[in-house]
């Protein structure tokens, strides 16, 4: 790689490891109960996404299987 290219990977390394810093130190902050319920509600929300994927491919499946024979019956009325 080139100076400027090496340059630039340095730079972002080290914004990445300051904001990795900063978020710890932030989440250090929040109070415990907090985390908690931040936890609690990604669960929640987690487990709700799933859910809906699941009844929906699960519904896909049952449209399949009821797929019903069609027969179409001609009749000239020209005789």
Known sequence: MGEA???KVTEI???RQR?????????DRL???LRS????VGLLLG???M???VRRA???RSDRSRAAEVIVRIVRDDQ
């Open 5 to 7: 290219a090496d340059r």
């Open 13 to 15: 390394d080290e914004a």
């Open 19 to 27: 904001l990795e810093l900063d978020l710890q130190e932030l989440e």
């Open 31 to 33: 109070p415990s109960p």
């Open 37 to 40: 319920v931040k936890s609690l």
């Open 47 to 49: 487990s709700a996404v």
């Open 51 to 53: 859910a809906f994927l």
């Open 58 to 60: 699960r519904s896909r």
